[in-house]
């Protein structure tokens, strides 16, 4: 690049050959016209403000923050910090003070660090590498710096799920490190700062709607004798990255109609063919950005034989829609659980989830048949909250279900679904 200079380029162009040199190299000319969709600095001063604000409640002079590919995290708390999504590692992290400014930890280096330096620009100027995985090792040294060698130091989960953290390596060398240090584990702390998100984060959400739609027609377009589940999961796969979007998940399955043997989609898409007559369940998520949104609903091969659309008509679509009259603002969460009381009623049994809410990816609340599970600060709905009501009806012989799910926004004077799918039995 003519004109382009630093010291450390200088010191890294010609020995590129060099291991140690091409690791660590900084401030290179590479990527420099690469183009990311960003967030405002607005935004990430706002999520800063929010954490810190909760850091002080907590006690917090330091937190450590994990974000990796799992779809209980999706990012987490690493991704809502800094813009980046990570598909190298099982984790990287953001050291976030409480006074300071925050560093985030890449896995790797050379070519590769310097592109996630250009994602995370409005959000994170220091970007370090874990030195070939010495991730504690280097988390101690930004703290030192710090001067929080003695402090408080939070761990977030890694997968709130699962309620799994760092690995043990990392956080022995850590605690080694720092021996002065308190360091603590922290129980649901990102959940409680995503649960009701910002214009700029719904606005993700929304784009997410748009794929999921997308990938809907692309099942619906594939589907016939003799394409397998593979080829409408590669379908759907291929719409969502065409969007700009990444793939949570793709759950597909198909059964016949007359002859019915699923009640819900198949989370490993197999070789089966699809024959007239199938019937196809799915779920799909799909994310933008970090931000995802969920949808599922019944694709018919050919004309349903009469049960199965009445089946839709008397018990799924209707059962759906109480459920979905229950999102708006002040309403709690368990109205929803009450609501899907109607299968029942109606002579046949569902799924155990009812509702859940949406952070990154599937998170809390949730409501199920058996009743809800809370927060105090999520139970009851508030603008902003993002829901994936997913009510799953099964016959009374445990033999045919129908998932149905589409995700909302709740917003000041009710809902917004994300998707433009029609509440229908499709038949292709």
Request: glycine residues 10%.
């Amino acid at each position: 690049m003519t004109g382009f200079t630093s010291p450390e380029w200088e010191d890294t162009r010609q020995f590129l050959d060099q291991g140690q040199t091409f690791a660590r190299m900084k401030s290179t000319p590479y990527y420099r016209d690469a183009v990311y969709a960003q967030f405002s600095r607005t935004e990430y001063e706002r999520r800063f403000s929010a954490l810190r604000d909760r850091m002080e409640r907590d006690g917090l002079d330091v937190v450590i923050c994990p974000g990796g590919p799992s779809h209980w995290s999706f990012g987490g708390g690493m991704l809502w910090l800094s813009g980046h999504w990570e598909w190298h590692c099982s984790c990287v992290y953001v050291v976030f003070p409480r006074v300071g400014e925050p560093t985030l930890i890449y896995g790797m280096g050379g070519t590769h660090i310097e592109a996630v330096r250009r994602e995370v620009a409005v959000a994170i100027s220091d970007v370090r590498s874990s030195r070939n995985g010495q991730f504690g090792v280097v988390m101690a040294e930004r703290i030192r710096e710090l001067g929080q060698e003695a402090g408080r130091i939070g761990l977030l989960e890694l997968d709130p799920r699962h309620k799994d953290y760092m690995p043990v390596n990392q956080y022995q060398s850590l605690c080694e490190e720092l021996p002065e240090a308190d360091v603590v584990f922290t129980e649901g702390l990102m959940h409680e700062l995503l649960v009701v998100k910002s214009d700029e984060e719904l606005d993700c959400v929304r784009h997410a709607g748009t794929l999921c739609t997308n990938a809907m027609q692309a099942i619906a377009d594939a589907a016939r004798p003799g394409a397998t589940e593979q080829d409408l999961r590669a379908a759907a796969g291929s719409a969502i990255l065409a969007g700009g979007g990444d793939i949570d998940f793709l759950i597909i399955g198909s059964t016949p109609m007359d002859d019915p043997a699923m009640v819900f989609g198949n989370p490993r898409p197999s070789l089966r063919e699809l024959s007239t007559g199938d019937m196809i369940i799915m779920e799909l998520a799909a994310g933008y950005r970090g931000y995802s949104a969920q949808i599922g609903q019944p694709i018919c091969l050919g004309a349903p034989p009469d049960p199965v659309q009445r089946f839709w008509d008397e018990i799924a679509k209707p059962g759906y829609e109480r459920v979905t009259a229950c999102i708006e603002p002040g309403r709690k969460v368990s109205d929803m659980s009450d609501a899907a009381g109607f299968f029942r009623q109606m002579a046949c049994q569902s799924r155990p989830i009812v509702t859940h809410g949406i952070d990154f990816v599937s998170d809390g609340p949730h409501a199920f048949i058996e009743g809800a599970k809370t927060h105090s600060f999520d139970e009851v709905l508030k603008p902003g909250m993002v829901l994936m009501p997913e009510p799953n009806p099964i016959t009374a012989d445990g033999m045919m279900g129908m998932f149905v799910g589409h995700t909302f926004i709740v917003t000041d004077d009710g809902r917004e679904c994300v998707d433009d799918w029609p509440l229908e039995l499709t038949v292709v």
